[in-house]
């Protein structure tokens, strides 16, 4: 019940007589104001990005206040163990050791998206911010800047773009294919991909859920109905059993979402600032 009210799925008093199959209101919060309205308005996906921000800066300002150099508490090697997967996972396997200024960022994009993804299994919240499909791709837009500007800066403009235009080693008439499929790739093909692949799987996650919690009710409120039959409760615990094997299941999306995410970044910044690589 918690599930289906958290999810935007609006419960009716009876069982109804035909399973009442989620849609895309289960997305839309725009219409429930916490707080204000219009422009303004506070709705649950901007609260649970604020709370996200709060989360994150308050666990790391809290545990690096008093860091030491052998972590002495369990909140600084927890800390200390993100870290490590984007910098050793990430930037060293990626970009290699020339690539370790740009950790700030990319770890601040890590854990940005896998707090966010996480909502998504929580109770009372039941809803992955990154299943909006703003903020992929406010995200994707970003990444688009940054590895855009860093390969101007590192090579310069021109170079920057005879380098994504004009791959060396192909035959100059090859060029007259080649060249739109990679300005097409690199400029637009980028930052589309990063967003629509982060928002699809966190919004099949949620309707999977969704549509399992609303299976476990619809089969449980049936099971008293005059002359059911006992199959249905059989089926009532195999829709919960799965619902719980798909929650588990969204722990480790949220994780590989994210950590694709932020790979794929690594890679963008490390073709445009070294391309030979």
Known sequence: MIALLASGVEVPAS??????APGTEIFD??????VGSGPYCLTKISLLMIISMVLIIAFFVMTFRKAQLVPASK????????VDIVRKGVV????????MKYLPFLFSIFIFIWVN?????????????????????????????????????????????KSVLFPPGVPW??????????????FLVRPLTLAVRLAANMIAGHLIL???????????????????????????????????????????VALLQAYIFTMLTA????SAVNPQH
Do not use: D
């Open 15 to 20: 069982p109804p007589s035909g399973f009442p």
């Open 29 to 34: 919060y725009t219409k429930s104001c916490l």
């Open 75 to 82: 909140s600084q090697k927890y800390a200390e163990g993100i």
């Open 92 to 99: 060293l396997e990626v970009m290699g050791p020339e690539g």
């Open 117 to 161: 993804n996480s909502w998504g299994i929580l109770p009372f919240a039941q809803i992955p911010t990154t299943s909006r499909m703003a903020i992929p791709a406010f995200l994707a837009i970003l990444v688009w800047f940054v590895f855009n500007i860093e390969g101007i800066r590192a090579q310069g403009g021109w170079h920057y773009l």
């Open 173 to 186: 008439p090859i060029y007259i294919l080649v060249t739109p499929i990679e300005f097409v790739s690199v």
């Open 210 to 252: 969704t549509i399992f919690a609303i299976g476990t009710w619809y089969l449980f409120s049936h099971m008293w109905a005059p002359g059911a039959s006992p199959v249905v409760a059989v089926f009532g615990i195999f829709s919960f059993a799965l619902q719980i094997f798909m929650t588990a299941f969204e722990v480790l």
């Open 267 to 270: 890679l963008f910044v490390g």
